[in-house]
């Protein structure tokens, strides 16, 4: 579906560089709230896959494409898979813990009878005695004593208490590969049947994962982009190879910081950033992000510099999650979130570098990335013009990060969906043509987002709709 025939509301030099992504969920489930949010700023609608029914996602994927072609803004719809979240079962009240109380665990256990507290995965056959075991978000800290007979054993660290369904974490715990669990590949046969521009996968610990993940997809005949989510300790330690297998990396800052500890996160965000230019892998910076916004109308001034320091960093999205789903104001928070976006990329205060990018190896497609940019900026062009079949190319100058907005035209709607949620990009659909970005600049020129003497530098290929052709660069100036 071609969302791209309508003008953009803004002008070119005012494009969002840092992309938003918003979570749909109880606050925001109906077409009106997603058109709403699509103004105030989302280039992105994440649906997790934790909640609800395939027929409100169902719903929800068509309310989002229909809101998105009445608006004219290509959307990326992230699906969001559940992974294997361990949490604790039901049971009536409370549990109170005490430091050297020896707890109990076993998949489904009755605790009103057996005084066992039950879990929703069977972890007896993963854990080992000396592994921690987090429970309620780390608020209870326990160690592994003995696995015996399908139950585990655990020593507490320190005094608090339980209630039902709250997350369990295991830091030190070795999944196998096992991280892909029935439910995902459920919902992952039932997304092959959807709009689907990304598919999220949780509680990844090795490249391997990914690339299990990946023959999932192709035999579903799936074209969704892969998300890995870093959130786990293991994923940290394998942090190079698994950002070189993905496609995208997201930053779930809220598993992450009970399982790598939490004075790690801004650390290892700013490691995952580098490394995301490095490779040309966007990155996204999620989880509480302005959690305050659920409750209250404005953020506090720590999460105000938190956004700002991701958008300084060069993070390509920023995305709300619970302020969106499940909060109060969620259209404010959106518009809060890019009112704090164009301020800090209006008034950098300075220029982020990440020293392992320029030890990569120069190939063709880098050096013309390279020579774009470098032309644009000594031409002073109102905005880079890329001609992409795959989005490869418009990902190779934007990981360069240059000063001037990329405005990319595919032939593939999917594509221009995927790149919607890319740094500095603005995406459009036209077919492959020759004069493919000839076209579109002359239709943005006639509609006023660009203007009559601007210039602007095109990078195109000889086989217009074949990917990895980009071979030409020109200068244009608009008349």
């Given at each position: 579906m071609d969302t791209t025939k309508k003008v953009p509301n803004v002008a070119v030099a005012n494009f969002k560089r840092t992309k938003i992504i918003a979570t749909i969920g109880p606050s925001t489930d109906s077409y009106e709230s997603i058109l709403d949010l699509i103004k105030a700023g989302a280039n992105g609608i994440r649906l997790n896959f934790s909640h609800g029914t395939y027929e409100e996602r169902e719903r929800q994927i068509k309310w989002i494409r229909k809101a998105s072609k009445s608006y004219g803004k290509p959307m990326a719809i992230i699906m969001d898979l559940q992974g294997p979240k361990m949490r604790l079962?039901?049971?009536d009240g409370i549990i109170n813990v005490q430091t050297g109380q020896n707890l109990t665990f076993k998949y489904k256990a009755d605790y009103e009878r057996s005084g066992i507290i039950p879990t929703q995965f069977d972890l007896s056959q993963k854990v080992k005695r000396g592994e921690s075991l987090y429970l309620f978000d780390g608020k209870v800290r326990t160690t592994v004593t003995s696995v015996k007979d399908d139950i585990i054993h655990a020593r507490a660290e320190n005094d608090g208490f339980l209630i039902k369904r709250k997350g369990m974490n295991l830091p030190d715990t070795d999944f196998g590969g096992d991280v892909i669990t029935k439910k995902d590949k459920a919902d992952l046969a039932f997304g092959s049947t959807q709009?689907?521009?990304y598919v999220a996968q949780s509680f990844v610990q090795t490249a391997?994962?990914?690339?299990?993940?990946?023959?999932?997809m192709k035999n579903l005949g799936m074209t969704a982009k892969l998300i890995v989510k870093f959130e786990t300790k293991a994923a940290v330690e394998n942090m190079t190879e698994i950002v070189e297998e993905t496609d995208?990396?997201?930053?779930a800052r809220g598993d992450l910081a009970v399982e790598a500890a939490a004075e790690s996160v801004p650390i290892v965000q700013r490691q995952l950033i580098g490394l995301g230019i490095k490779y040309a892998k966007p990155t996204i910076v999620?989880?509480?992000?302005?959690?305050?916004?659920t409750e209250t109308p404005e953020p506090t001034r720590a999460e105000v510099s938190d956004v700002a320091t991701a958008v300084i960093l060069g993070a390509d999205c920023v995305m709300l999650s619970d302020e969106t789903a499940n909060?109060?104001?969620?259209?404010?928070?959106?518009?809060?979130m890019k009112r704090i976006i164009m301020y800090t990329q209006n008034n950098m205060p300075l220029a982020v570098k990440f020293y392992e990018v320029d030890a990569l190896p120069p190939t063709r497609q880098r050096a013309i990335c390279e020579a774009v940019i470098s032309l644009a900026d000594n031409v002073a062009a109102k905005a880079i013009v890329a001609e992409t079949k795959s989005g490869g190319v418009a990902l190779q100058i934007i990981a360069l990060r240059p000063n001037r907005p990329v405005i990319a035209v595919t032939s593939d709607s999917r594509v221009a969906q995927q790149l919607a949620i890319v740094y500095g990009t603005k995406s459009y659909v036209r077919p492959d043509d020759k004069l493919q970005a000839v076209k579109l600049t002359n239709w943005l020129r006639q509609s006023n987002v660009l203007n009559k003497g601007d210039m602007i530098v095109t990078a195109t290929g000889q086989h217009p709709g074949v990917v990895g052709t980009t071979d030409t660069i020109k200068v244009r100036v608009l008349e």
């Open positions: 079962g039901d049971f709009d689907i521009d391997q994962d990914l690339r299990n993940m990946r023959k999932l995208v990396v997201m930053i999620a989880t509480q992000m302005l959690f305050s916004m909060g109060k104001y969620p259209i404010h928070a959106v518009e809060v």
